[in-house]
């Protein structure tokens, strides 16, 4: 028979409850139920009051509106964590710490419902969608370090290219603490000064719990929110994350994403190759063209020359036809003489004295003659 | 490193804006000379940038 601590103590009622809740608090700080939602309902928009239940029993819970990941609904099943509590007035209930839906077919159904708010508030809109920088400078990747997702990234990353800075923040990606710490390192990288020009955020395949934390409203509105374009990818094929939907881009796996961020260093050694290739063709086609240039003002150069040799040409012929007629030859040969006194020509009979010799020149010869 | 990368986007832009203005039919001869020399350098230097620029990783965690 276990001791009666109590023996034969009378409790007041308000001791009972204070003691029942020590006992609590000591036994049971904490506990996790597991249960299919029932009479859920929001009061004031803050206060959350819902039952848990299985084929057995029915517990009532009591808990705020921010430690939902989204909306619920009847029939749903819950995974709580809370502490148990005797209220004074109202009885026993749970007071909720944190709460997950468990199950692929609860889960599916959360994200549909959360979908649909969100959709509704254009969260999800392609008008929303912003280009990622090709290839970026300065990468925020948010992700487990420890996890295979991590290592493939970078070594993706690394295979294709170089120069990256990669600000990393180690984060859970899935569990109770996963949604917060991804929305924390979110907005840690959005603040810093020079923040990166991409966030990615990735982790490998999973259960649908697992992926759960990528499809929470928290994570799901911290990704709308960054005002860095964001990659996420999330290592699944069948259901698309809410994360994902939310984000400028989605890429299928972690390798992918690195894929899709940079390019191959291999490509743009071609690429580099071939616009080599063009520039030469270009410069020769400068030249080429130039070339045709100079033949065709060189052939205007000769025209030119040509036209002004011929002119010249014509103005020597007249030229000389005046020369020709001017020619005292052809005078003397038509008779004429100069006749020259001491070797300057004689023009009036006034400069010569009779007696005088004179020297005549004639067409074929000179000759001297006496003055009379 | 953060610098050489900022150097590729910015010389791959010039590249590509370089080779247009060269394959404009109206491009001077001697801007057409000056411009294929400078996008041999670009080649160069982009080509050096890909051998030899690595990845950094700085890793944190959040309180």
Not at chain 1, 74 to 93: A, E, I, N
Request: glycine letters at 6%.
């Amino acid at each position: 028979m276990p001791e009666n601590l109590l023996g034969d103590v009378v409790l007041g009622v308000g001791d009972f409850v204070a003691l029942v809740n020590q006992t609590f608090e000591f036994a049971y700080p904490s506990v996790t139920i597991r249960g299919e939602l029932a009479n859920f309902r929001v009061s004031k928009n803050k206060w959350v009051y819902f039952d848990l239940k299985d084929e057995r029993a029915t517990v009532r819970f009591f808990g705020t509106v921010f430690q939902l990941h989204g909306p619920l609904e009847d029939g749903m099943l819950l995974r709580v964590r809370g502490t148990p509590k005797l209220h004074p007035q109202y009885g026993f209930s749970v007071n909720v710490q944190s709460l997950q839906p468990e199950g692929e077919g609860t889960i599916k159904r959360a994200a549909e419902l959360l979908q649909a708010k969100l959709e509704a508030e254009g969260l999800f809109a392609l008008e929303r969608k912003r280009l990622l920088p090709y290839p970026p400078r300065r990468i925020g990747l948010i992700t487990s370090t420890e996890s295979a997702a991590y290592a493939d990234f970078i070594k993706i990353l690394d295979a294709r290219w170089g120069g990256v800075d990669i600000q990393c923040v180690d984060v859970q990606v899935q569990g109770e603490a996963a949604p917060a710490q991804i929305a924390a390192a979110l907005e840690y990288l959005n603040q810093l000064a020079e923040p990166p020009e991409v966030l990615v955020i990735t982790r490998g395949g999973g259960s649908a719990e697992d992926l759960y934390t990528f499809s929470t409203e928290q994570v799901t509105r911290a990704v709308a929110a960054s005002r860095v374009p964001t990659l996420v990818a999330i290592g699944h094929e069948i259901d698309i994350s809410l994360a994902e939907l939310a984000a400028d881009q989605r890429a299928s796996t972690p390798s992918n994403a690195a894929e899709l961020l940079v390019p191959d260093r291999k490509e743009v050694h071609q690429q580099l190759q071939h616009i080599e290739q063009r520039l030469h063709e270009a410069a020769l086609g400068a030249i080429k063209s130039r070339n045709q240039d100079l033949k065709h003002m060189r052939a205007q150069l000769d025209q030119a020359a040509e036209t002004v040799l011929r002119h010249a040409r014509d103005s020597v012929a007249s030229y000389d036809l005046l020369l020709h007629a001017l020619d005292p030859y052809a005078i003397m040969k038509r008779g004429y003489a100069v006749v020259r006194l001491n070797g300057k020509v004689i023009v009036k009979r006034t400069t010569v004295r009779s007696g005088a010799i004179v020297n005549v020149e004639v067409s074929d010869g000179r000759f001297d003659a006496q003055v009379q | 490193m953060a610098k050489q990368q900022m150097d590729y986007q910015s010389m791959m832009r010039e590249l590509q804006q370089l080779l247009a203005d060269m394959q404009d039919d109206d491009v001077d001869v001697d801007a057409a000379l000056a411009k294929y020399e400078r996008g041999r350098q670009l080649i160069k230097e982009l080509n050096d940038y890909l051998e030899t620029a690595e990845n950094k990783v700085t890793k944190r965690t959040l309180e």
